[in-house]
């Protein structure tokens, strides 16, 4: 009788853990299925579909903060070359500037309004003259807001008879303006801009 009491006994802590490994397999299982379903979901929101040449194409939306350096570098980019790249036609310098100016505060405004004064875009058209702008680098840090840049680039102007080269250095700060629109899709604003460098280039003869 003690012996069959004993084997109930035994076979009732068995159960017991068997029951409690069931019950650890179980929440081990339902834990990693919701990890996974959150993980679709996530996946899920970043992915969008695209219809091109009537195929549809999956692609993947990223944090912006991963992409920040190349979204002020292309910010950058834009305003100096619509600063600087202009045509000898005072319709195309008025709409290129304030492209840039959406772009900058007041300091890239009183940069322009130093040129206006000094006749310099006058000397443009009046000199039929084609200016463009290559931007060659763009040094950013990113170790304080808001983030300061130094633009390297280079500056052409472009005669009937004959072509100058310039060195352009210019500095500035970009804050964010977390508010994106057609004029200004970056959502940021170049700040304390200034030309450091703007001289010709010696021509190798």
């Known amino acids: ?37 959150y993980d679709f979901a996530d996946k899920a929101q970043n992915k969008v579909h695209i219809l091109y040449n009537g195929k549809v194409l999956a692609a993947f939306t990223s944090d912006r903060k991963t992409n920040l350096p190349v979204e002020l570098r ?9 600063f600087f790249t202009l045509a000898p036609d005072d319709g195309q310098i008025d709409t290129s500037i304030r ?4 772009l900058s505060d007041n300091s890239a405004k009183r940069v322009y309004d130093n040129l206006k004064e000094a006749n310099y ?5 009046s000199g039929n003259i084609n200016q463009q ?47 994106e629109t057609d004029r200004n899709p970056h959502g940021f604003l170049i700040q304390a801009w200034e030309i450091l460098e703007n001289n010709d280039i010696p021509q190798s003869k």
């Not at 170790?143 to 280079?154: G, K, L, R, S």
């Open 133 to 179: 702008i290559t931007v060659d680098s763009i040094r950013l840090d990113m170790n304080a807001y808001p983030w300061a840049f130094t633009c390297f680039a280079t500056e052409k102007l472009i005669r009937a008879t004959s072509t100058v080269t310039r060195r352009l250095v210019t500095t500035g700060k970009v804050s964010d303006l977390k508010t």
């Open 99 to 102: 492209k840039a100016l959406y």
């Open 74 to 82: 292309d910010h950058i980019k834009t305003f100096h070359e619509d």
């Open 1 to 37: 009788m003690f012996k069959q009491l004993k084997n109930i006994d035994t076979v009732a802590r068995l159960q017991r853990l068997f029951n409690i490994v069931l019950m650890l397999v179980t929440a081990v299982v339902l834990c990693f299925g919701i990890y996974k379903s």
């Open 121 to 125: 875009f006058n000397n443009l058209i």
